[in-house]
């Protein structure tokens, strides 16, 4: 069946989880620095119910750039520092492997990834000394916290209806250091299980799909501070064409839902929450036996509380041998 035989974009499916993995956010701000792992949009892919059934190795690599802002005089935690007006903008590249299992029946299909993301990360933030407001901006780049997701699972109700279950974790592999504005590491391990369903609609070539994943973070040990647990639902639709071309569009509800730990009692709780929406394109083809897929994307934040707000860009290309 073509529809399974779709490359499923590792990155996006929470090797980066994109994107992106999708897919790889900075800690930034609703968490100790903003952000979190989840970017807007970043993290659903195409197909991502639907591991195909053909076993073998994929790899991928993209870009994400976002650039956004918390201004209004806001506090925001970050690092062990209290910040305000904070300008930021990231760019990741990630360089992912993507192992399909064989397996012996229909019904199922297994898959493993881990992700390398390379990161440029710059903040620019307003500290309070004293009676006074200093502006300040640092920058680094280098490899981020790696990303691991040891199982993917694909349960195929029917040729057009694929459910899937998925396990990811971030290990805290970056350089980090407390009373920095950037690093390349949130300095927590965190874990994200996930669900998703893509339903296809043959007659009229359209998929729609939708993932739920669910965000926990270990305390960060420099600073204390516990970043509450974090909810990202997102779906998307997206009409293809016999020539490969495939147009729709994303949308996400970010929502922290319960209160950071260990942060100061002015911060309230930092309860965070983000809505996001944009257009996606894909293009899908052969090269000889392998299955090339592109992938672009620009997601605009709005109606957001307590975290980062901006607009996020991620193009990716995969290959599966």
Not at 283 to 297: E, M
Request: net charge negative; hydrophobic share 45%.
């Amino acid at each position: 069946m073509k529809t399974k035989t779709q490359l499923i974009n590792p990155i996006l499916l929470g090797a980066c989880v994109l994107t992106l993995c999708v897919s790889f956010a900075p800690r930034a701000l609703a968490v100790e620095g903003g952000l979190g792992r989840p970017i807007s949009g970043m993290s659903i892919a195409p197909f991502a119910g639907v591991i195909p059934p053909e076993p073998g190795l994929a790899i991928a690599t993209g870009e994400t750039y976002y650039e956004g802002s918390i201004g209004g005089g806001r506090t925001v935690p970050i690092a062990g520092l209290l910040v305000a007006n904070v300008d930021m903008k990231a760019s990741f590249t990630p360089i992912a492997l993507f192992y399909i299992w064989p397996t012996p029946t229909k019904e199922w299909n297994f898959a493993s990834a881990m992700s390398f993301p390379l990161a440029w990360l710059e903040v620019e933030a307003n500290f309070s000394l004293g009676p006074f407001s200093v502006r300040k901006k640092e920058s680094t780049f280098g490899l981020f916290d790696l990303v691991f997701t040891p199982i993917i699972a694909s349960h195929h109700f029917s040729e057009t209806d694929h459910f899937a279950f998925s396990f990811t974790f971030w290990a805290p592999t970056g350089s980090y250091e407390k009373g920095r504005l950037v690093n390349l590491s949130q300095n927590t391990w965190t874990f994200i299980p996930g669900v998703a369903y893509t339903k296809l609609l043959p007659e009229a070539n359209i998929e729609l799909t939708g993932i739920w994943q669910m965000e926990f973070d270990t305390e960060d040990p420099a600073t204390r501070y516990q970043n509450g647990i974090l909810s990202d639902l997102e779906v998307l639709a997206i009409k293809r064409f016999k020539n490969g071309l495939g147009i729709g569009f994303v949308e996400s509800w970010i929502q922290q839902v319960n209160d950071d730990e260990g942060a100061p009692a002015a911060l309230n709780g930092f309860l965070g929450r983000a809505f996001g929406i944009g257009p996606i394109v894909t293009y899908s083809t052969k090269v000889g036996k392998s299955h090339l897929d592109f992938s672009a994307r620009w997601i605009h934040d709005f109606d957001v509380s307590n975290r980062v707000a901006g607009d996020a860009f991620n193009f990716s290309a995969s290959l599966k041998f």
